[in-house]
């Protein structure tokens, strides 16, 4: 006598062949029930009665801690690498196109100086020209334009998952223009991390080109901060492109990427160093 024995969570169900089956005992004729020996365990319920954070106040809360990571911010400076990859989905295999590194200094409210350390390029031109522009500001508005208390009216928001990391959580907030027609504004997802309520990383995502003349579409952006001396700062920049037409010595689409490394957090910067005349 042979015996099948399928297992389903929560029951067990036993197929006899035929008579003779359990110690002799008539078998049953059918599929039968079977008490599990396994242990059982019990959680109490626990009431929660603090009523759960609405959307609304964990936006306001995320436009509070931007306003206090950029407010912590005297002066800072970094060395920016940004690297360009040509034919990344294209026929030929992808090709390192160029790489600039530059150290660039920031220091409130409104001096910006970026000195360019190295460059190389796979066929180099006659002349460089400085493909990254900074700006002065410290707020990085690149990461939080979707978050800003006047942006509200201009995007929805809804909130895809919250994941807890650790002993704190972290909120998944999807954003999209209200306006779908005509605009060019991303949309796309962050995560914020609510020991600081702050945006520490992006996922945007473009319906439609920024610039249609020269830019057929940006397929993906991903933006991706990390913590210095307990300020919150960018790590790196992704981003994929492509061309309307193909461009002479890039083709139909390149890869961006920029690396944020060596930071110096207000270090009270001198302002000889923003002069004309100063030396890298």
């Not at 057929?216 to 991706?224: H, L, S």
Request: charged share 30%; proline share 7%.
């Amino acid at each position: 006598m042979s015996l099948r024995i399928l297992v389903i969570p929560s029951l067990v169900l036993t197929l006899a062949a035929g008579p003779g089956a359990a110690g002799g005992a008539s078998a049953p004729t059918g599929p039968t029930l079977a008490v599990e020996d396994t242990m059982h365990t019990e959680v109490p319920e626990v009431l929660v009665r603090a009523p759960r954070v609405t959307l609304d106040e964990i936006l306001d809360r995320v436009a509070r801690g931007e306003a206090r990571r950029d407010s912590a911010l005297k002066d800072v400076s970094f060395t920016a690498t940004m690297r360009v990859v040509r034919n990344p989905d294209g026929e030929k295999p992808p090709e390192l196109f160029q790489e600039q590194v530059m150290r660039v200094y920031r220091k409130k409210p409104d001096k910006v100086r970026a000195v360019t350390l190295r460059i190389w390029e796979a066929k180099p031109s006659k002349h460089h020209d400085e493909n990254i522009q900074f700006s002065s500001s410290t707020e990085e508005e690149v990461v939080n334009f979707a978050f800003k208390p006047e942006a509200r009216r201009d995007y929805r928001y809804r909130i895809e998952g919250r994941d807890l990391l650790g002993d704190h959580l972290i909120y998944r907030i999807a954003f999209e223009p209200r306006s779908l027609v005509g605009a060019p504004e991303p949309g796309g997802l962050v995560w914020v991390d609510t020991r600081d309520f702050v945006i520490v990383r992006e996922e945007l995502d473009f319906s439609q080109s920024p610039a249609p003349l020269i830019l057929k579409g940006i397929d993906r952006a991903v933006i991706e901060r990390q913590q210095v001396d307990g300020h919150w700062v960018l790590r790196r920049l992704l981003m994929r492109a492509r061309f309307t037409v193909p461009i002479p010595r890039f083709g139909r689409a390149f890869d961006i990427a920029i690396q944020y490394d060596d930071y110096k957090i207000n270090q009270g910067i001198d302002d000889a160093v923003f002069s004309k005349a100063a030396k890298p």
